[in-house]
């Protein structure tokens, strides 16, 4: 399957989920070379049009995670070097980094999202933008970084937003809270994966939550009833189609069924670079679909292209 394509496994950067990263590229590349691939790992510096060029890979596998890596840039810097690259394209992949961009697309489409607000940081820190319950995060981060939840009874939001040390943006986004279950679902081409239910260990799923070891568990597939189950699928491709996605995409939401009356689904975000290491979330429902760790990353590789 591999026909000696030469592969280089993007990794790492600059950005607040190198570690992550890192961790990401090294489960890609040893599975990639099991499966008879020549890899080349790199860890991504602001050298790495450079790096490209000398290695000359006939594909570029994208392990970076968070801003440069996720938002667009890297892909617009493969296109310009026609280096094939996997997951989403330009466009696609800096819609679902920007939470304040990605929900108009989704209510185009007529996908259920959570009333929000988008205000300077300061603002955010000195006052609460809406009433609490609600959620505060940054417009352009992933892996939850720099999220807080701010409880009915706060007086005030978190200091951290005031802090001189922040550096993930000079906006945030307010969101009303969803209380309710952690669920999430993926697409790999065009094929739906099943439905894994996430309890967290710690108060809300995050970034401890999703990386440290008994940070939470997975439930899969997700003990949901039958309708849920595919309404969970059918919105996650429906997200994947509305922001153009290529490749695999995984997409988180929150199901309220404590709510009186209708429960209430709401899609979160759409994670065009989730996390690849052999006990992540999308290796996880892959293989409920049947694929192993090394044919998953491996149909990733063969549908690299540029043009995405």
Not at 24 to 34: N, V
Not at 59 to 67: D, E, K, Q, T
Not at 227 to 256: I, M, P, W
Not at 262 to 268: G, Q
Request: hydrophobic share 40%; glycine share 10%; with cysteine.
């Amino acid at each position: 399957m591999s026909g000696g394509k030469h592969v280089a496994v993007l990794k790492g950067g600059w950005s607040a989920e190198r570690e992550v990263s890192l961790v990401s590229g090294r489960g890609c590349a040893d599975a990639l070379k099991q499966m008879g691939y020549r890899v080349s790992e790199i860890d991504v510096g602001r050298d790495i049009a450079d790096q490209l060029l000398t290695l000359k890979p006939d594909v570029a596998f994208n392990a970076l995670h968070g801003r440069w890596g996720e938002d667009g840039c890297v892909q617009g810097l493969l296109e310009i070097l026609r280096v094939p690259y996997t997951h989403s394209g330009v466009l696609a992949s800096a819609l679902a980094m920007n939470k304040e961009r990605a929900k108009p697309v989704f209510r185009a489409a007529g996908l259920p999202v959570a009333e929000s607000v988008v205000v300077p940081r300061e603002q955010a820190g000195h006052g609460h933008v809406m009433d609490p319950p609600y959620v505060i995060k940054p417009v352009s981060e992933g892996s939850s970084v720099g999220v807080f939840i701010v409880r009915a009874g706060d007086n005030r939001p978190p200091a951290e937003l005031t802090s001189p040390e922040w550096n993930l943006g000079d906006e945030v986004m307010a969101e009303r809270y969803i209380a309710g279950r952690e669920l999430t679902c993926a697409v790999m081409g065009e094929e739906i994966f099943g439905v894994t239910e996430i309890i967290a260990a710690t108060q809300f799923y995050d970034y401890e939550a999703k990386y440290k070891a008994g940070g939470s568990r997975h439930v899969i597939p997700a003990p949901l009833d039958a309708d849920t189950y595919a309404e969970v699928q059918r919105l996650t491709l429906a997200a994947h189609k509305a922001l153009g996605c290529r490749g695999v995409s995984r997409a988180d939401f929150r199901f309220d069924d404590t709510r009186p009356g209708k429960p209430e689904l709401i899609l979160l975000e759409v994670n065009t670079q989730p996390g690849m290491t052999p006990t992540s979330l999308v290796p996880e429902l892959a293989g409920l679909a049947g694929y192993s760790y090394g044919e998953l990353v491996s149909w990733m590789v063969e549908d690299a292209s540029c043009n995405r």
